[in-house]
Nanobody
Framework: QVHLVESGGGSVQTGGSLRLSCEASGRILSSYVLSWFRQAPGKEREFVAGFSSNYNSEYYPDSVKGRFTISSDNAKNTVYLQMNSLKPEDTAVYFC?????????????????WGQGTQVTVSS
């Protein structure tokens, strides 16, 4: 069993930055994928960043590429999402999700473990 806890959400103005953290605990295998998703009111949950520990690689959709950066601190079992140049359309609840394996999926049903979410609000 793996437990994920997000933190770092908040309210910022357009153009601002936030760094989200996702701390993992429990039985974490050496090969895993940890991704960030977000869900705005009335919309489906969407992929915003993913990290494969096996390939040490990062993945982003076009909507956040160049603005968001995912990184990990293995010593702390924590993955971060640095979000810069934030826009009002980035407003959502942000979730981290983990799955054992190597391949980053953009689909929510590929992930076994989820955090509780943290709210990010960007005002214009």
């Amino acid at each position: 069993q793996v437990h994920l806890v997000e933190s770092g959400g908040g309210s910022v103005q357009t153009g601002g930055s936030l760094r989200l953290s996702c701390e993992a605990s429990g039985r974490i295998l050496s090969s895993y994928v940890l991704s960030w998703f977000r869900q705005a009111p009335g919309k489906e949950r969407e992929f915003v960043a993913g990290f494969s520990s096996n390939y040490n690689s990062e993945y982003y959709p076009d909507s956040v590429k160049g603005r968001f950066t995912i990184s990990s601190d293995n010593a702390k079992n924590t993955v971060y999402l640095q979000m810069n140049s934030l826009k009002p359309e980035d407003t959502a609840v942000y979730f981290c999700a983990l799955n054992p394996g190597s391949f980053v999926s953009y689909y929510t049903n590929a992930y076994t473990y989820w955090g509780q979410g943290t709210q990010v609000t960007v005002s214009s």
